[in-house]
Structures are given as structure tokens and as C-alpha cells.
């Protein structure tokens, strides 16, 4: 690899990310932001290994070296939170991480030394505060959003607590948790260095992570510290108290991470601001109701909301129902208790697991492909059959999307065999 340029190095960098579903638009930007993070020697090799889970001997294959040496390089990738490793089945497995929720926030999940961090939060800024494109393909590309809200638990009346199914509780996520991390939120940290503290003073530690990504982070490099049950309650305690939004994984089972998200930094809400009515998030199934008979006038609501769905008029607040999310802030807040929430009319679908919401994202964005064929990364039949499986769980309209982005017969007989071994 020693005749690469230094510029395609980051370039072949660049193009490893966009080739999985959620990328990062080129910009030069981006590939300052690359120049922080990795060496060209690990520019150069990242960029050819897998979008999908991978083994040390697969990686000692494509990089032409022994175990030992490519071994002792992942490690090195693991404690720049460049990789993160998992055990799957007693096999020590790696994955590149996308760029959000992924290797640009682990970077500022703690305070580090080897990378001048203001200087990295600065180019973040411009990146994704300043230049549009990375956080419109982010939030926008596919209908099936990368996060979703959580609603304020508290909030709920007693009537309503019978109604709230496991996977809307941020509890039940942290009681279903193997590992829990907590870290520095990079929100908050690259707007500090960026010039652009929190305007209402949020609490820094409140960064969840889960299962294998907590593990990781908190094993190499201490990006995240692991931390109880009992524990990770408080920080969400600590977070509804902050009037701080729950913003995780879209996903029902085992979501990766947690965030408690304040407007004025959070990436997705000021998206929700800056380009409403449209919706960077999914929302949560409730929505919330002014009982005007008790309703004070006070404003406070309309003060707390973090995506400023509420304002008032003739002194009473007026919900903006098209771009609430749900969370429950301004509810909890409501000095005489006049807005509940209640059940959306239309409940809102949540894809089961991270592969379901891959693959959705990826007929959507029309990448299918790369998530089946790279490099080989789904060769074997399981892998395979369990991509295909997940496509057969899909409505008819979106199987049907996904075959026309092979454009061939092969999907179609693929879809045709498994039909029939499920039957």
C-alpha cells in the first residue's frame, strides 16, 4: 500500500464510509476531520476492511500480514474508538462504527490528549452546524429515522402507565442492558470548544451506551465508564430534571446508546428547529394535550420546549403537533398539571433490531446492495438467510423495492427460495 498518496489514503477513507448506508457527504471539511482522527497508515488500512463484523484473521487477510500484527493494530483502532470489538460466540469479532452515533462522537467522549480537541470541535461545527449536507443525509435520506425519542416516564399518569410498552421505556432499556456505559455527552463538549456553550447549563455525564459498544468504549480507552443499573436511573432522573430530551437508537431490542439531548446542542433537535416541519427523529406515541380550564398562562411550557413546538397565544400555549416529538418536557414542567399526554391516533413503528433498521434505511436510500455484497461480508448462508429473512418481513412495496435495486432475477429466486423454506 506504500505507493498511496496521502490524499488517497483519506479519499479511500472517504469512500469505505459511504459505502454503508448512513456516510458523510465529502467535503474538505470532512477530510480535515479525518486528518484529526486517523494516521494515513490507518486511513489506509480502515479503508479496506469490511462495512460488516469482521475476525482478526479476515483482517489479517485483506491487510496481507500475520495475526499477531493485525491483532495488535485493531487493538490500536479499538483505543482510538476507531473499531469496536465484540465476542460473538467465543470468536472476537470487530466493526467499524458509523460516523453517528459512532467514531466523530466517541472522539469527544472524553477528555483526550493525543488529538487537539478544540480544534477537532471547531471543525465539527463547521461540518455540521455551518455546512448542511452531512446532517440533512444524517437525518433526512430515509424515512426510517436513525433515532427515536423517548417519553418523559414520569410524566405519564397512572391511567397511562398501563399503556407504555416495554421498548418506549428508557428503564426498561437500562434493565435489559449487559453493560451500561456513561460518558461525556460530545454534544455539549464540541460546542464548549466550538464557542457555543449550553445555554441552559446541562449536565456533561449523562452519555449512555449499551451491551457490546458500553463494553468496548469503556475496555479501550476509557470513552465510557461502566456503571450499574441503579446507576444509569439516576442519570436519567438527573436528565429529566435538566429538562433534557431521551434520544436512542431506533430500534426495539437492545438500542446502542442513549442520549440526553438539550436543544440548544443536540445535532437532531437543532435539525428539528432549523428545518421544520420536517422531523430528524422518530417521535414518541404520545402527544400532548392543554386543558385550557387549568392552564395558568405562565409560558413556561412554550420556554422549555426544545425544538420550540410551543408558543402562546392570548396567553395560552399552542402545541404544534406536526413537529412534536413527545418527549414529555413541557408537561413536566407545567406548574398546574394542564397537559397530559395521550396516545397518538396513529401508533409509530419502531424497527425490531439494528439489522432490521439497516436494511429498511437501505432499500430506502438504495444501498442494498452494499450491505449484501461487501466484501463477501455476508458470503456464508446464515448471514445471508438472515438478511433475506429480515427482507421477508417487510410490507410486499418495500420487498419490492429491494428487488428492483439489484435489477435481477438472482434477488427475486433468492426471495423465492426462502418464501418457500418458511412455508
Not at 488500512?45 to 484473521?57: D, G, H, I
Not at 449536507?133 to 426510517?144: G, P, Q, R, S, W
Not at 425544538?307 to 407545567?334: F, M, T, Y
Amino acid at each position: 500500500m506504500g505507493h498511496l498518496t496521502t490524499k488517497d489514503a483519506y479519499k479511500s477513507l472517504e469512500e469505505r464510509i459511504n459505502w454503508f448506508t448512513q456516510g458523510a457527504p465529502p467535503s474538505e471539511t470532512l477530510y480535515k476531520i479525518l486528518q484529526v482522527l486517523y494516521t494515513e497508515k490507518e486511513a489506509k488500512w480502515v479503508a479496506l476492511l469490511p462495512v460488516r463484523p469482521f475476525t482478526l484473521k479476515k483482517a489479517a487477510k485483506i491487510w496481507g500480514t500475520t495475526e499477531a500484527k493485525a491483532e495488535k493494530f485493531l487493538d490500536h483502532l479499538c483505543e482510538k474508538a476507531l473499531l469496536v470489538d465484540s465476542d460473538y460466540h467465543g470468536e472476537r469479532q470487530f466493526v467499524m462504527p458509523p460516523p453517528m452515533a459512532g467514531f466523530i462522537e466517541f472522539a469527544l467522549m472524553r477528555t483526550r490528549g493525543d488529538i487537539d480537541q478544540k480544534y477537532l470541535s471547531e471543525l465539527y461545527y463547521q461540518y455540521m452546524n455551518v455546512e448542511e449536507d452531512f446532517v440533512k443525509d444524517l437525518f433526512f435520506a430515509t424515512e426510517t429515522r436513525l433515532g427515536r425519542v423517548y417519553v418523559q416516564e414520569p410524566v405519564l399518569v397512572n391511567d397511562k402507565t398501563n399503556h407504555i410498552l416495554d421498548y418506549e421505556r428508557a428503564t426498561h432499556i437500562v434493565e435489559e442492558a449487559k453493560y451500561i456505559g456513561l460518558g461525556t455527552c460530545y454534544c455539549r463538549h464540541k460546542m464548549y470548544h466550538a464557542g457555543h456553550p449550553c445555554e441552559i447549563n446541562a449536565p456533561w455525564e449523562v452519555c449512555l451506551t449499551f451491551d457490546n459498544v458500553a463494553r468496548s468504549l469503556a475496555e479501550h480507552g476509557g470513552y465510557a465508564r461502566l456503571i450499574s443499573r441503579e446507576e444509569a436511573k439516576e442519570v436519567l432522573e438527573l436528565s429529566y430534571e435538566s429538562n433534557l430530551v431521551q434520544i436512542g437508537e431506533n430500534v426495539r431490542e437492545h438500542p446502542a446508546f442513549i442520549c440526553n439531548c438539550c436543544g440548544c446542542c443536540c445535532e437532531a433537535l437543532q435539525a428539528a428547529r432549523r428545518f421544520s416541519p420536517m422531523q430528524p427523529v422518530a417521535t414518541t406515541n404520545y402527544i400532548p394535550k392543554v386543558s385550557l380550564e387549568t392552564c395558568i398562562g405562565c409560558g413556561k411550557c412554550a420556554k422549555v420546549c426544545p425544538i420550540l413546538a410551543i408558543s402562546i397565544k392570548e396567553k395560552k400555549p399552542v402545541i404544534d403537533e406536526e413537529i412534536c416529538l413527545g418527549c414529555g418536557v413541557c408537561a413536566r414542567n407545567c406548574p398546574t398539571k394542564a397537559i397530559k399526554l395521550e396516545r397518538r391516533p396513529i401508533q409509530v413503528i419502531t424497527p425490531v433490531n439494528s439489522t432490521h433498521r439497516f436494511v429498511l434505511q437501505a432499500i430506502e436510500k438504495g444501498t442494498l446492495q452494499n450491505l449484501i455484497f461487501d466484501n463477501q461480508a455476508f458470503a456464508n448462508h446464515r448471514a445471508m438467510a438472515a438478511v433475506f429473512g429480515t427482507i421477508l418481513k417487510l410490507p410486499p412495496l418495500k420487498q419490492a423495492l429491494a428487488s428492483k435495486q439489484f435489477k435481477s432475477i438472482y434477488l427475486d429466486r433468492l426471495l423465492s427460495m426462502y418464501q418457500k423454506e418458511v412455508k
